[in-house]
T-cell receptor, first 112, second 114 residues
Framework: AQSVTQLDSHVSVSEGTPVLLRCNYS??????LFWYVQHPNKGLQLLLK??????LVKGINGFEAEFKKSETSFHLTKPSAHMSDAAEYFC??????????FGTGTRLTIIP | NAGVTQTPKFQVLKTGQSMTLQCAQD?????MYWYRQDPGMGLRLIYY???????DKGEVPNGYNVSRLNKREFSLRLESAAPSQTSVYFC?????????????FGPGTRLTVL
């Protein structure tokens, strides 16, 4: 069965330190992959997407993600966290022509 | 350019009441979507409209109906609200009629059914 797992429901980092939000998918083929961000009381916004081109994808606000087929992973990283990065992050694979499959989300807290 | 707008922002209903959630987009997008978001879960697709004049069921359509009124507007109706429909509802739109296209989300409607 095709699925997505966000390994951490909550991540806390200090301002200025690196961010790592983990995402793994399960599928017999490589999906398209997205990261969406949801700031408090706001709708979701696309951060970045992978659609079988370069495996390292750069997004908005300094975020990037690397597609690793051998590990079936698409982890989201940022070198230096900012207070404005506090939000909920969703890993979202697209398996073939099916609907988007949203992960359960990772809440990122930034410690001043 | 307001993007995707939703009304109302908050609503409280009693079991059995009906209501319509409104959604409009000003980006001339072809496709529109309705999702619900529940605690500890990702978004789940209720209905979508790939283009004006078409609607299709998503993952959790039971208890809902939709209308694509025109290219701009896509409404979601609860005919007889139930407590299980307490949720945050998001409308989204995209330019192309496939799920890989970037979706733009509204701010959400927080619905409580008592």
């Amino acid at each position: 069965a095709q699925s997505v797992t966000q390994l951490d429901s909550h991540v806390s980092v200090s301002e200025g330190t690196p961010v790592l939000l983990r995402c793994n998918y399960s599928s017999s083929y490589s999906p398209s992959l997205f990261w969406y961000v949801q700031h408090p009381n706001k709708g979701l916004q696309l951060l970045l997407k992978y659609t079988s081109a370069a495996t390292l994808v750069k997004g908005i606000n300094g975020f990037e993600a690397e597609f690793k087929k051998s590990e079936t992973s698409f982890h989201l990283t940022k070198p230096s966290a900012h207070m404005s990065d506090a939000a909920e992050y969703f890993c979202v694979p697209l398996f073939g022509n099916e609907k988007l499959t949203f992960g359960t989300g990772t809440r990122l807290t930034i410690i001043p | 350019n307001a993007g995707v707008t939703q009304t109302p922002k908050f609503q409280v209903l009693k079991t059995g009441q009906s209501m319509t959630l409104q959604c409009a987009q000003d980006m001339n997008h072809n496709s529109m979507y309705w999702y619900r978001q529940d605690p500890g879960m990702g978004l789940r697709l209720i209905y979508y409209s790939a283009s004006e004049g078409t609607t299709d069921k998503g993952e959790v359509p039971n208890g809902y109906n939709v209308s694509r009124l025109n290219k701009r507007e896509f409404s979601l109706r609860l005919e007889s609200a139930a407590p299980s429909q307490t949720s945050v509802y998001f409308c989204a739109s995209s330019d192309e009629g496939w799920f890989g296209d970037t979706q733009y989300f509204g701010p959400g409607t927080r619905l409580t059914v008592l």
